[in-house]
């Protein structure tokens, strides 16, 4: 009886081992979608994902922002910025932290913290700078900020996808 069960346990053993060395046989065939060195090149690259390239200028200026220092409740956790921001790039209103906004085109927007906001909470909406008035319909999307610790990247596009000069509403949680 015994015999049977450690032929039984050979069996099984024999059987997941040869499981395991098909699926990594598998998963090894499979290509990857881009190399890891090229992803990291990517995203070190200026001007990738869809975000125009970090200027001198602007490097300047975020770490001038960086250097003012956030309130006192700026960054404890669950401590929520924001900013209202016209089409035109104004910051029309917001928390103490929101520095400033530029627009570098058509639907694309960077709003300055003074505070590093990389490992935050980020969501927008189209919005308006007035009150009691319906926004544009639109699409919105955030990012961080390529090479720019303290500051998100906002796109707004128009209904149809197109790039579109839109006001929004940007929420940062810590």
Sequence with gaps: MTTIFRRKAVAVGVAALALALAGGGIA???PAAQAPAEVAAAVQQPGSGGQPAVTP???RRARAALAQGPSAQGTSPGSVA?????DAAVLHRGSPEAVSATRYGPGQYQVLFNYNVLRKGFQATIGTIDQY?????????VAPRLQTPNAVFVQTRNSSGGPADLPFHLTVTN
């Design 133 to 141: 008035h319906v926004p544009p319909g639109g699409e919105i999307s």
């Design 82 to 86: 924001f900013a209202v921001v016209s």
């Design 28 to 30: 090894v065939a499979q």
């Design 57 to 59: 200028a602007e490097a």
